[in-house]
């Protein structure tokens, strides 16, 4: 029995020896005048008594929650490369997970690369719907597995490429304690590169919380079938005030003025930039 319960039972077992008249406090079921002070002590144990009882009653676990995000990046990098040019965008996003483990999601960003591949292409929206399920595979193994469109909003990319830019990925991680590890297999032509079927990837990560700062180191490779295999790597340090989440992160890829677009001139689009990024969580 915790203290709290022991208090409880005492102060209900004090009342019950006492019998206090609490529309007449002033005198005991005998009749006899009580003390001041025992009887405030007794009104005292009775309060604390039934404080103590609603403290322990916890509010029952809904069985699904939904949660929103919108941000603001000074870039958007994903796997190493700029999806914006080295330029600001904005993302938002919505949650909704299940207590069971199964959740859904969408995610949207403000993007550039399809614009600046020339050939009279637009699409300046990325939108990202995503669905899965999470669990445990022990006390410290947990793994999460599902599926990620990528859809490009009213994109013309296939006036720059054979292929369409939308791409459909299938995904699995396991977390062992502050490290987790992911592998994503397209099950389409990736980000509309052709015959890119069936390309990869895979990264690790891990989070570390520091006096209240959350600290992420991160690598992958991505092997596009057919092309090219690259590495990306980043860490990304970040401090959540209450749902405002502020951020740093330095990115960069082994591959050095390799990433570039005709529309965004002589930027390296997977060197090595600092993001920094505010967002917040409702």
Known sequence: MDCLSSFQA??????????????????????????????????????????????Q???????????????????????????????????????????????????????TWIKDSGAGASGPVELDVYGGYKGELSKDVAYDVGVLQYAYLGNTYSKASTANANTTEIYGALTFGPVTAKYSHALTNLFGTPKSKNSNYVDLSATFDVGGISV???????????????TDYSVTVSKDFDGLVLSGAVVSTNKKNFFTLPGSGAKDLGGTSLVLGIKKNF
């Open 216 to 230: 992420v180191p991160h690598i992958g490779v991505q092997k596009v079938k057919g092309v090219l295999d690259y």
């Open 57 to 111: 009653t916890k509010a029952p676990e809904p069985d699904s929650t939904i949660s929103y995000n919108v941000g603001v990046f000074t870039d958007y990098r994903y796997r190493g490369i700029s999806q914006s040019a080295k330029k600001p965008a904005v993302q938002a996003g919505i949650d909704y997970a299940h207590k069971n483990g199964f959740y859904l999601g969408g995610w949207a960003s403000t993007i």
């Open 10 to 55: 005492l102060a209900r077992k004090m009342l019950d020896i006492y019998k206090i008249d609490f529309l007449n406090p002033q005198l005991s079921p005998t009749g006899e005048k009580m003390s001041t002070t025992l009887k405030l002590s007794l009104i005292a144990l009775a309060a604390a008594a039934s404080f103590g009882a609603v403290a």
